[in-house]
């Protein structure tokens, strides 16, 4: 808890090989004691985008879920 971390957010292909053009916005919504850090929109550069969150206080799950043209991801986990 209390901690600041990079989360970054990759385009990637079916295979899993993160797509080097992909420069598109990048929507993340979180749920949890946590705060987004970022003062401008998230946008990819070569297929990658970085948010930068605050984790509060209390112990708990966080959930991010990001949205950019048609992909979709998710990624939970407990802050402690």
């Known amino acids: 808890v209390n901690d600041v971390l990079f989360v970054y957010i990759a385009a990637t292909d079916e295979n899993g090989i993160i797509v080097p053009n992909y420069s598109e916005l990048v929507d993340l919504d979180?749920?949890?004691d946590v705060t987004m850090l970022n003062?401008?929109?998230?946008?990819a550069e070569a297929g990658i985008a970085t948010a930068l969150v605050q984790i509060g206080k209390k112990s708990g799950?966080?959930?991010?879920t990001a949205n950019s043209k048609n992909l979709k991801g998710q990624h939970s986990f407990l802050a402690q």
Request: no cysteine.
């Open 30 to 32: 979180i749920k949890g």
């Open 39 to 43: 003062t401008a929109a998230l946008k």
């Open 61 to 64: 799950s966080i959930e991010l």
